[in-house]
Every structure is written in structure tokens, then in C-alpha cells.
């Protein structure tokens, strides 16, 4: 019996009407129930949808391309990355994948444009938000004992001079800048213009009404110099 003969007697069925004779059913027939009602239109329902499955597996399985329209899933997008990456053809992977042509271009192409977008985003240094290791902090501890600026030091270990700013900091190397965020333009100006003058980190913390510490890590974070004099003239 093909599904839409079995569905058009059971929908007959459900709508209290005999599949045989075309008579509706007596009020007290077991059709008429509730629960037969609706065990007759979950049947309805399930042979539908095995109707549309079968039909659209026949009509891909004709093609030899039985999984042609269906989601991708991760498995098949790291099978497609694996044979793209060993050279194989187009026609070769549709064969594989079952899947058409046009489908397998649009995932190769979508792969692609991701692949840009992880690669612009690890754009910079090498060893940008990498952890560091013990050898890295080391390195790091010599070449400020060496007397090295934050340039010379973020182009020596390939980080940004930022992440070489944090690790001085987190090594206990330079103190926190206690207002980070209040430093204006003009403030940074004058900084520039009293390190010109060698003027001692004493007086630059006076001129601007913070700690030594404070004014220590704003220059290493400029990259101006290891420190500025000191009070004593001690570098």
C-alpha cells in the first residue's frame, strides 16, 4: 500500500468517517474516542513525514547525491577542511560527501572567509596573547637589568609593548600606575618636555600630583626610557 492510500483512509478514519462504505461513524464507535482521535492523527502526522523522506532519499540517492541540501554538520565541515587540505577535487569530494557542487564551494568558501577573519584577528606579534613562560620572564628580567626601554623590549620577545608593560608590573619590576585612564594628551605632553629637560621622576611626580611609581610606569609604557633621574641623580 503506497502512504497517501494509508493516510487518506486513517485521515477518513479521524474524521469519523468509514474509509469502506463512506458513512459517518455512530457517536459511540471507538473511532469517535478522543485518545483514538488522536493516536489517528499522530499516525497521519508520522507516515506524512516518512512519505517526504522517502521521496526526497530517492530522488538524491538517484543522483548520487544523497546528502545534497541537508545542514552541514561539524563532522562534514572537518572531513571537507581534512580532503581540501590534501588537494583533492571538487568532484572527488562531492563524491565522498554526496553532496553537489555548488554546496561544497559555498562551505569551502565560508571556511575561507572564517579562516581571514582568525588570521586578522592573531594579527601582530608572534607571541601576542601567548602566556609566558618562565624562559620569556627571564629573558624579560635581563633586559630590563640590561636597561632596555618597552620598544626594545616588546621587539626583542615579539609582544606589544603593552603586554611588556603588565609583565614589568606583574614581575614587581615598576609600580601601578595609580590613574591610568587620567593621563590627558596634554599631561603626556609635558611629560615628553620635562624628560627633555632631565628633570628627576621626584619632580615629575610633583609637577603632576602623583606617586614616582606612578610616573616610572607611564615612561616605560611611552617607551621613553628605562627611568627617568632620580632625586640623587641615581639612574
Known sequence: MHYQTAID??????????????????KDHVCCEPDVMDALAVAVMALDAQKNQTAYSKTYRKNGQLNAGRPWTEADLQQLQALHAQGVSIEEICKQLQRRPRGVERQLALLERASSKDKAKRSGPRNSGMPWSKADSDRLIVAWNEGRNVLEMAKELERTPYAIYCRLEACGLIGPDEEPQQWSREDTRELFRMVDLKATTAEMAERFGRTEWAIESRLHYLGLRRRAPMMNGKK
Not at 477518513?12 to 469502506?20: E, L
Request: no cysteine; charged share 10%; net charge negative.
Open 9 to 26: 483512509i486513517l485521515q477518513m478514519m479521524q474524521n469519523g468517517v468509514d474509509p469502506i462504505t463512506g458513512e459517518v461513524f455512530p
